[in-house]
């Protein structure tokens, strides 16, 4: 009998021990909104020894219908449903054990904004600003350094943190604004609690907080309410591949499936065409999707619906939190196809009228256009992603405006690419561009040469699609293909700086006349229903010259686009047009960037090395 009552004794001294030893660190999402599409909602719960707990939910319109338990078991993945009846406040979770309340969490349940649901994403109209936040504007000295993060501001190092934040882009929107751009597409602001080279931002270390070196979520969402009233989008970068390796799940993984694991180190091939090549081994495909990108980036695993379901619920958390306008999603085609397909669905179900833009870095439209909604394919693979990167497109205008005329060189290589537009499900909503954070500025592509930059803008704004301009491009910055040459400091972001070209305070003539021009152009575009919906039709290139035209089809108006590369003036017979233009040969223009009004009799001449850009009635 003693023998008993000691073991009794011992396994209630355990229990209450392992009782009390229960915690919750977090719960994510850390709230969820009313009237959502989907009713679901999966919670990640992390503490200690949580796993031993049950939720339980005392709601009349919150039902927990499962609860997920893995390997470890400092996690538990609650599912519930929302019912439509249920209203805005907060909800109490209550983990039990043995009928007793061990622990108890006050969930918030938030009012959905009424447009929600159809809020416009970024198309046509619009043009896209890049910007990378660490190195654009340093607008709050105070978070240079944050005890919390083990790297702090070496602004000497062009690969450390140089102290550009949120709030230097807040204090430069009416610059933004007035060069016309109608997007802002800010390179990853979330948690890089790396040691160093965390100032890039694609190494996430918490997928639900800004970096307080960048600021806070709450002026991150400040930053996307004073950015609307300028009629200005907020586009946030995501990245669903891979994690930093000083993300918090790193030091108490989820389950031993959460990543992409392998017995010694094992990249990526970067093989992205595998997906798609008819003759590709599996080894191969594995080896591209399952491989780490480099050491620092753990590969998630998004075979595992736990994993699957965090992300989707995550992206969708950051559209209602910070009233985005789109998504533009980092190293596409590496997550796992299934659930590339999935996560599309689902927040394009939640919100019809949004755009997300995929990274495909691929030389070949048939690999781009293979992921891109509504492209003829050799399967049934039914992606919903709405836009993708052309950096076909790009790569065809660097050849095209560096390499020297021949038959098959030089201004071909823009009939050539764009005449694989068939391939795509819609050509018009490819995000275009004459450079990125990832390759050479096209300054220092196109030899350090404004007057080919010029004729580069006057492309990428006229021709379809969405142009995006990378933060400085306007003034001519130089870059190679080094990270942290090509992510320079924008000039009079700092205090101190001597050149600033927010007001233009400092710049050489010809960095003013390019950001003059930038700001003609978009600010025109930003207003032409022709370039954001017309028809485009462009001529084989001839004698150096490459002409298009954006067009409806009563042609009442219309835009001619002439890329002059040759370092003469020449003169266009416009006869050759008659398809767009009619039999009449004479007409009434106006020249987009001087707005000057020019009578077109039967030619028109292009002076060189120019874009002429014409608008005719």
Partial sequence: ???????????????????????????????????????????????????????????????????????????????????????????????????????????????????????????????????????????????????????????????????????????????????????????????????????????????????????????????????????????????????????????????????????????????????????????????FNKGWFVPTMPDLNQQNPLVATYLTQNAIWWIETAGLSGIRVDTYSYSDKTFLADWTHKIMAEYPNFNIVGEEWSASPATVAYWQKDSPRHDDYPTQLPSLMDFPLQIALVKALTEKESWDKGLIHLNQTLANDFLYGDPSNLVIFPDNHDMARIYTELNEDPALVKMALAFFATTRGIPQIYYGTEILMTGTSDHGELRADFPGGWAGDTIDAKSGHGLASQQLDAQDYTRKLFNWRKNSKLIHQGKLKHYNRQDGMYVYFRYFDDQTKKVMVVLNKNTKSKTLDLGRFSEVLGSDKNFTARDVMSGESLMLKGRVTVPAKQALVLEIE
């Fill in 1 to 287: 009998m003693q023998r008993l009552l000691f073991v009794l004794f011992g396994l209630i001294i355990s229990l209450s021990f392992s009782l009390s030893a229960a915690t919750i660190d977090r719960i994510e999402p850390m709230n969820w909104w009313v009237n959502m599409t989907n009713p679901k909602l999966q919670l990640m719960v992390h503490g200690d020894n949580i796993a031993q707990l049950s939720p339980v939910v005392n709601h009349p319109h919150i039902s927990v219908n499962s609860v997920e338990k893995t390997d470890n078991p400092n996690f538990m993945f609650i599912n519930l449903t929302l019912k439509p009846a249920l209203k805005a406040g907060t909800v109490n979770i209550d983990f039990v054990q043995y009928d007793e309340v061990m622990l108890s969490h006050a969930y918030p349940i938030l009012k959905r904004s009424s447009d929600s649901k159809q809020r416009q994403g970024f198309s046509s109209k619009d043009t896209i600003y890049l910007i990378t936040p660490d190195r654009f504007a340093n607008g709050d000295t105070s978070n240079d350094k944050v005890a919390s993060m083990s790297e702090g501001l070496n602004r000497s190092f062009k690969g450390g943190r140089h102290g550009g934040d949120i709030q230097g882009v807040i204090e430069h929107l009416d610059y933004i604004e007035r060069m016309g751009f109608t997007q802002i597409w800010l390179n990853p602001v979330l948690e890089n609690a790396m040691p160093e080279y965390s100032y890039h931002g694609y190494s996430t270390t918490d997928y639900y907080q800004v970096d307080p070196r960048f600021g806070s979520n709450a002026l991150y969402k400040q930053l996307s309410t004073k950015a609307n009233e300028k009629g200005v989008g907020l586009i946030m970068d995501v990245i669903l591949n891979h994690i930093g390796s000083e993300h918090w799940w790193m030091h108490d993984m989820p389950s031993q499936d959460w990543l992409n694991q392998h017995d010694n180190y094992t990249q990526t091939n970067h093989y992205r065409e595998a997906l798609n090549d008819p003759y590709a081994a599996e080894v191969d495909k594995a080896g």
